[in-house]
């Protein structure tokens, strides 16, 4: 309990979490005497980044970065474009749908709002559109680029869970589309009662070349997730070989990446690889101190005395897991939660541990869109200037349907597991 208590005070003091959770670890150590421990401290931090899973974060983070610089995101939102760009809020429907596709490359909520934020809201803005709407639905946008493959925190939980990280990516692609299914039926609704403006139609000659000159764009995400369902490749290789596409796709198709480019890409790639590797490292010294104090069998003690069944345990999780994402980043939220919660879910209820992940991701992403910190809404309102907290006002149905699409999983888990089987 100090533990904690200390946690949430270094927490709210403005340390940053990787820093918070070190901290937290070493009060617990000297708060309980057992100093001893100190010993095993940098090797947990060690064992806690040595999988051979996590070296496609880097990967994945580097096809994102290579996509930005060489004008694939660009081709995939004029793709999006020529075809709903022409409905009533057109302009919103071909920011979901961007969305949808830059995040099979991305791969992370926070960089894919920070992307799609310089490149949709201002054309939204142009249009008519109001900012703070323009820039709250790209960040639900880029909610789905942590749950449609491939995703950083979905192998981040297989190396957790030890389940195969191509099983996990799979799984999210339902989930994934049915959130963009969720998010353009708000859309319509909304657009019945405002005034959204239509974007200039294309004629089908505009579209066709539009759809030649962005198809090779797609090529990217089919290899990354081609090479993975097919077994040629596991997650980390299709990761290799899809940043390799991307830099071939941006330098002789778009024409836009240079070679010369590639010391500054991979030099922010791995900057951002190791601020994500620290945050694994540090939770994982965290968790190894929960468990040493036996928190998850407490843990586990509660919840069977409120939760009688699967789904009770699922809908009593969803609540625990969305509270924890709205005050911890994604990652360490999931370091610290899945240790606890994951051998309850699988010991005692039966729930699949891949299900399971989908359901503990997709919570913790939306703890990202959710007061009180709302970690998104603060990268929009960094890159558009929009307030963050109208942002959640303005978007709150779009909360509202993530929520009713955790309980639809909770209810129905071959909403993720149907492509698996």
């Not at 709250?136 to 493959?149: A, C, D, N, R």
């Not at 925190?153 to 957790?160: G, I």
């Not at 778009?254 to 010369?260: K, V």
């Not at 010991?347 to 939306?366: E, K, R």
Request: hydrophobic share 60%; glycine share 10%.
């Amino acid at each position: 309990m100090l533990t904690s208590i200390f946690f949430l005070v270094v927490l709210l003091a403005g340390v940053p979490i990787g820093i918070c959770l070190c901290l937290s670890g070493l009060a617990y150590i000297f708060g309980t005497g057992n100093t001893v421990l100190l010993q095993s401290f940098p090797m947990q931090m060690f064992a806690g980044v040595d999988s051979y899973g996590l070296i496609a974060i880097p990967l994945f983070i580097l096809i994102g970065e290579i996509m930005n610089n060489g004008g694939i995101t660009r081709r995939l939102v004029e793709l999006a474009m020529a075809f709903i760009g022409s409905v009533k809020g057109g302009l919103a429907y071909v920011n979901v749908l961007a969305n949808a596709l830059v995040s099979s490359i991305i791969g992370s909520a926070t960089a894919q709002v920070a992307v799609m934020s310089q490149t949709m809201v201002p054309e939204m803005e142009r249009q008519g559109y109001d900012k703070t709407f323009s820039a709250g639905l790209t960040v639900y946008g880029g909610m789905l680029g942590s749950i449609i493959p491939p995703s950083v925190m979905f192998v981040v939980y297989s190396v957790l869970a030890q389940v195969a990280v191509g099983d996990m990516l799979i799984a999210g692609i339902l989930p994934g589309l049915l959130l963009t299914v969720l998010f353009f039926i708000i859309i319509a609704m909304m657009g019945m009662v405002y005034a959204y403006p239509r974007s200039e139609r294309r004629s089908w000659r505009e579209r066709v070349a539009i759809v030649v000159r962005a198809s090779p764009t797609l090529s990217i995400p089919v290899i990354i997730v081609g090479s993975i369902t097919s077994g040629l490749a596991n997650p980390t290789e299709a990761a290799g070989v899809g940043a390799l596409a991307a830099a071939l796709v941006g330098r002789h198709i778009t024409g836009e990446f240079r070679w010369r480019m590639l010391p500054d890409i991979m030099l922010r790639s791995a900057i951002y690889a190791a601020i994500v590797l620290f945050l694994v490292a540090a939770a994982a010294v965290f968790s190894w101190l929960l468990i040493y104090g036996k928190v998850p069998q407490m843990v586990a003690q509660w919840i069977q005395s409120v939760a009688t069944t699967p789904l009770a345990f699922l809908l009593l999780a969803n609540l625990i897991l969305l509270v924890i994402g709205t005050v911890i980043d994604g990652i360490p939220g999931l370091i610290m939660t899945v240790p606890i919660l994951l051998p309850v879910a699988t010991g005692i209820y039966g729930i699949d541990p891949v299900h399971f992940g989908v359901v503990v991701v997709i919570n913790l992403v939306l703890g990202l869109m959710s007061p009180p910190v709302g970690l998104c809404f603060f990268v929009a309102a960094a890159v558009t200037g929009a307030k963050p907290g109208k942002m959640f006002v303005v978007t709150l149905p779009f909360f509202l349907v993530c929520c009713v699409a955790l309980i639809l999983l909770s209810f129905f888990p071959s909403l993720s597991l149907a492509l698996l089987r």
